[in-house]
Structures are given as structure tokens and as C-alpha cells.
T-cell receptor, first 110, second 119 residues
Framework: QKEVEQNSGPLSVPEGAIASLNCTYSDRGSQSFFWYRQYSGKSPELIMFIYSNGDKEDGRFTAQLNKASQYVSLLIRDSQPSDSATYLCAVKSSASKIIFGSGTRLSIRP | GAGVSQTPSNKVTEKGKYVELRCDPISGHTALYWYRQSLGQGPEFLIYFQGTGAADDSGLPNDRFFAVRPEGSVSTLKIQRTERGDSAVYLC?????????????????FGPGTRLTVL
């Protein structure tokens, strides 16, 4: 089992709709959780982090964390073509290193 | 201020050669991470430094890979006897510190990466 798992996609969402990206992790001792966006040929850039159960909202983005289910998600409201990218889930394990998932490719169709 | 910088941006080498990849973190960031990213994959953890010491090197694939950070700032990833399978983008990231109550201090800022091609 991979430490951090994501559906590779591609996930295709119409412009203006909500995109939902999911991630599961295996280490129950994981402390903090991150979502990064990576455009093709570029480095990852941080969108949000979350460490408490529940929802955290920042503009059009909402991160959701459920530690009991070992599940993290990212919702993108009012999806824009510029949101088309690969979204990487990252988890800080109990060993303090940060492990990335393989990423989900998101495509926003006009 | 300046972000994380990495040099060279591209490196082409022949199988069996030695290469060095350099990372210059954000000033004041004590934690520094090296990752390797292959096409279609997420960044694969290699090693992380807290200050001058390697706090976790469990991701280094074998003893051909070695990294140093002698003064707690710039880091060099060294690969001996390169193999074609080493071809990837090598990413460096830094953060203010790797642990503590403030999760924001775990936030990693990535450099542009070095694309290594082993022929």
C-alpha cells in the first residue's frame, strides 16, 4: 500500500463547477496535510495546509480532513481553466518527513 | 526576497559519470529537502536536513547518492556512477523548520528543479 494515494485522473470538470480531489494516507500518526498545485514543467506550489479535522476554506478552495478515515480532500469552487493542473496531496508523517502522492490531473473544460 | 534556487537547470551526462546538483534555500530556512520526480509521478522523498545534519536520509535509493549541507544553507546532492534510471527532475525545497506547533512552518517552498538526463 502506498503511503499517500490519489486517483491519477484525468478528472474533467466543466468551467464553473466544483472540482473534488481526494487523497488517502496510511500513517495514522500523520500530523499535517498539504495540497500543492503543479503546472506542467513547473515546480509544486502550495495551495493549502490543514491539520485539524473538519473543513478549512480559503477563497475558492476548501480542504477537508477526516483523520478517523485517513482521508483528505480538496474542493475547488467555480472552477476556472487556469485551475487545470496536477494537484498533489502531501502528508507529514509521524517520522516528520513529507510524503507526496502521485497527483491527480485536473482538466477544466470551457 | 529570493526564493529557492537550483543549479544547473539542466544537466546531461553519460552513464557512469559523477554529477553534483546544487540547492540554495530561502534565507533563514533551517530545513531543506531533496526530492526526485519522474514523469507522471509525485515528488519522491530523498533526504531532509535540519541545519547541517541529515535528519532523515531514508529516501536515498542506494549508496551512489549522497547529500551534504556543510554550513546549514546551500546543499549539494551528489550522484556517483550515474545510471539511465537516475534521469528525472531533482527538486529542492526549504521550510522555516520541520516541526513545531505552527503548521505553517512546515510549508515547503520549491525551487525550479534540475532536469538530469543520463545518456
Amino acid at each position: 500500500q502506498k503511503e499517500v494515494e490519489q486517483n491519477s485522473g484525468p478528472l474533467s470538470v466543466p468551467e464553473g463547477a466544483i472540482a473534488s480531489l481526494n487523497c488517502t494516507y496510511s500513517d495514522r500518526g500523520s500530523q499535517s496535510f498539504f495540497w500543492y498545485r503543479q503546472y506542467s514543467g513547473k515546480s509544486p506550489e502550495l495551495i493549502m495546509f490543514i491539520y485539524s479535522n473538519g473543513d478549512k476554506e480559503d477563497g475558492r478552495f476548501t480542504a477537508q480532513l477526516n483523520k478517523a478515515s485517513q482521508y483528505v480532500s480538496l474542493l475547488i469552487r467555480d472552477s476556472q481553466p487556469s485551475d487545470s493542473a496536477t494537484y498533489l496531496c502531501a502528508v507529514k508523517s509521524s517520522a516528520s518527513k513529507i510524503i507526496f502522492g502521485s497527483g491527480t490531473r485536473l482538466s477544466i473544460r470551457p | 526576497g529570493a526564493g529557492v534556487s537550483q543549479t544547473p537547470s539542466n544537466k546531461v551526462t553519460e552513464k557512469g559519470k559523477y554529477v553534483e546538483l546544487r540547492c540554495d534555500p530561502i534565507s533563514g530556512h533551517t530545513a531543506l529537502y531533496w526530492y526526485r520526480q519522474s514523469l507522471g509521478q509525485g515528488p519522491e522523498f530523498l533526504i531532509y536536513f535540519q541545519g547541517t545534519g541529515a535528519a532523515d536520509d531514508s529516501g536515498l535509493p542506494n549508496d551512489r547518492f549522497f547529500a551534504v549541507r556543510p554550513e546549514g544553507s546551500v546543499s549539494t546532492l551528489k550522484i556517483q556512477r550515474t545510471e539511465r534510471g537516475d534521469s528525472a527532475v531533482y527538486l529542492c525545497a526549504s521550510s522555516l523548520r520541520p516541526s513545531g506547533r505552527a503548521v505553517s512552518t512546515d510549508t515547503q517552498y520549491f525551487g525550479p528543479g534540475t532536469r538530469l538526463t543520463v545518456l
